[in-house]
């Protein structure tokens, strides 16, 4: 069974077999995106494989609540560390693939001008 851990930043994780979510999440008003995000992330494997990143690029669950997903993020700065390339989740590194390929994507195209 998936345990599921209430941090102060971040947006969610899953590392092997517990899922860590932002305990602002578990306000009322955010009940529906709360579900959204676990739903997401139940369907994340225990470990790293191509399917993860297809889970992260798709993200179908959470296109219901797209809107409030924003909100939640632009409304809580702490979440705001989900955008980097790797964080720290109960003293393990987590990366994100999808967010090294877009970070280095930017950086690429933001430099490679300045070279040629």
């Known amino acids: 069974m998936i345990k599921v851990e209430y941090i102060t930043f971040g947006i969610a994780c899953r590392i092997k077999d517990k899922i860590y979510m932002n305990k602002n999440l578990l306000k009322k008003k955010h009940k529906k995106l709360h579900d959204a995000i676990l739903d997401h992330e139940e369907k994340h494997s225990s470990g790293f494989k191509k399917m993860d990143v297809i889970n992260d690029f798709n993200n179908f669950e959470l296109e219901p609540v797209k809107r409030e997903y924003s909100a939640f993020v632009l409304g809580n700065p702490t979440t705001w560390v ?13 990366f994100s693939i999808p967010m090294t390929l877009i970070w280095l994507i930017t950086i690429t195209l933001g430099v490679l001008p300045w070279i040629i």
Request: aromatic fraction near 38%.
């Open 82 to 94: 989900e955008f980097l390339p790797f964080w720290f989740y109960g003293g393990r590194i987590a």
